[in-house]
């Protein structure tokens, strides 16, 4: 099954609504990270969040090791914030294992 | 500050011929190398984990005979996609380690590869 899941799978905003994306994994992790996938498919890393909150603009990431979660907060949302966001974890080879994503539109 | 330079960006071959991919990690010391395959309408897989000095470990249902893969030094990498079929087009990218920076993978900006 899925190791990474991502809910919801898509989401519609009004420009200058907040947006609470979840991630949860399915087995013990030691980080993860958060990405956004612009339209062209190009990969931006938001976030390395192994625990804890972290902040960055109008982001802000909140992971759980223990409970194997984590959450995106998008907080007025503008229409350059759509896209698709993964989330990842770090298995043990060291690479990433991502989620589905979820795919955000805002629009004006 | 750091970043990957992967090229090309786009390309196009014809079914049972090869291309070969490359990514250049600037501004730091790339330990490892990430390669990841988003097929169309799915996530990213992992193709293979490169390590400088290391044997390269693919996952399961990617070969080395299917996808070999260098990694000379601390900035370089290439993937090779040999004898492409439609199954394998998709969007590529790799992913290089810096193990000084909180083990952050820095991503190029991917190859989409179409197979015609």
């Known amino acids: 099954g899925q190791q990474v899941q991502q809910s919801p799978a898509s989401l519609v905003l009004q420009e200058g609504e907040n947006a609470e994306l979840q991630c949860n994994f399915s087995t013990s992790l030691n980080s993860m990270q958060w990405f956004y996938q612009r339209p062209g498919g190009s990969l931006v890393s938001l976030f390395y969040?192994?625990?804890g909150t972290k902040q960055s603009g109008r982001l802000t990431s909140t992971t759980v090791i223990k409970e194997r979660r984590s959450s995106l907060h998008i907080s007025s949302s503008q229409t350059t914030d759509s896209g698709t966001y993964l989330c990842a974890m770090a298995n043990y080879a060291q690479g990433l294992t991502f989620g589905l994503g979820t795919r955000v539109s805002v629009f004006p | 500050g750091a970043l990957v330079y992967q090229y090309p960006r786009r390309t196009i071959c014809k079914s049972g011929t090869s291309m070969r991919m490359e990514c250049q990690a600037v501004?730091?010391?790339?330990?490892?190398v990430a390669w990841y395959r988003q097929s169309p309408q799915k996530t990213f897989e992992l193709i293979a984990l490169s390590t400088v000095n290391s044997a390269i470990k693919y996952e399961q249902n990617f070969t080395q005979e299917k996808f070999p893969i260098s990694h000379p030094n601390l900035s370089f990498s290439s993937m090779t996609v040999l004898n492409a079929y439609l199954e394998d087009r998709g969007l590529y990218l790799c992913?290089?380690?810096?193990?000084?920076?909180?083990?952050?993978?820095?991503f190029g900006s991917g190859t989409r590869l179409t197979v015609l």
């Open positions: 992913g290089a380690r810096d193990a000084s920076s909180a083990e952050t993978l820095y």
């Open positions: 501004g730091f010391q790339a330990t490892s």
């Open positions: 969040n192994p625990s």
